[in-house]
């Protein structure tokens, strides 16, 4: 490769060195001081395949992105785990407090419970949303294989549905959305017992982002922002396919951290945070 990069060959000992160095400055990324809040926090994992002693296993590459004080995105902590479980996620969960990280109000996950049991544990002050992205996935499998239905679709326009009252748009209110469900639950019951079950016993974990500004619910009600970073490492590492080892995994992703993290910080705000001073301040008049 780097024959072909550079015009010519290099030795072993060199490609040592470019690794050290490079790996030098990926920890020193990766290791970095957080010393300012991070209001919301995101959650997810991938899977890449390592050889190990000769074997093909499958690692777990951990991720954290955050929306911080001023309303830009950074790439927090990659790391690698041999699998999703409390235990791996609680270590790195730990690791960023230890780094400094502080004044997480909001979560958003799949619903993985290693996940879960260690967001309850590490940020247990924080609000957790689960993502209705992935809610809605979870869902085909309460239905039959290939039925082709209107009641997911439905379902899935709660999400989106936006009302125009006297010309002016605004969300829908929580209470508005649980009456909307409830209409839902009613209309598909008979046809769909299985699925309306477990919706009635899921959604609410999936309403969270309501406790948040209006303008803030299309970027904080899933896990897009990082499933797009999840997409351009796959494009990545689809490449290589098979890591020669764990080392060359991590150098890889956490490269890719390091690209994404700058273009966030150089690109424009991604979230408005005085929306989210002013709604806790409202919020705080309303308790009054």
Request: proline letters at 2%.
């Amino acid at each position: 490769m780097t024959e072909a990069l550079c015009g010519h060959a290099f030795s072993a000992s060199a490609i040592s060195t470019i690794n050290k160095s490079l790996d030098e400055a990926l920890r020193a990324f990766a290791e970095r001081r957080l010393s300012e809040p991070f209001p919301y926090l995101i959650l997810d994992a991938r899977y890449e395949k390592v050889r190990e002693a000769g074997v093909i296993l499958s690692q777990a590459v951990l991720i954290a992105v955050a929306v911080d004080g001023d309303g830009q995105r950074q790439i927090l902590g990659v790391d690698l785990a041999s699998r999703e479980s409390r235990t791996s996620w609680r270590d790195f969960l730990l690791a960023l407090k230890e780094r400094g990280l502080f004044g997480v109000e909001f979560v958003v996950s799949d619903d993985h419970e290693g996940l879960r049991q260690a967001i309850r544990e590490v940020l247990s002050g924080a609000a957790w949303q689960r993502c209705y992205v992935h809610f809605l996935r979870n869902a085909l499998d309460h239905l039959p294989r290939k039925l082709a239905d209107d009641c997911l679709q439905e379902l899935r326009w709660i999400y989106d549905r936006r009302e125009l009252p006297t010309g002016r748009a605004r969300g829908l209110k929580a209470h508005e959305v649980r009456r909307d469900i409830a209409a839902w639950l009613a209309k598909w019951q008979a046809k769909h017992s299985k699925l309306c079950d477990w919706v009635e016993e899921n959604i609410e974990e999936t309403l969270t982002y309501y406790r948040l500004p209006l303008p803030h619910h299309k970027h904080m009600k899933s896990t897009n922002m990082l499933e797009r970073f999840n997409q351009e490492l796959k494009r990545r590492t689809h490449v290589v396919r098979i890591f020669p080892n764990a080392e060359s995994c991590l150098r890889l992703v956490r490269a890719l951290a390091v690209e994404t993290h700058e273009n966030w910080l150089e690109g424009t705000r991604y979230l408005n945070m005085q929306h989210l001073t002013e709604h806790k301040k409202e919020a705080l008049r309303q308790a009054a």
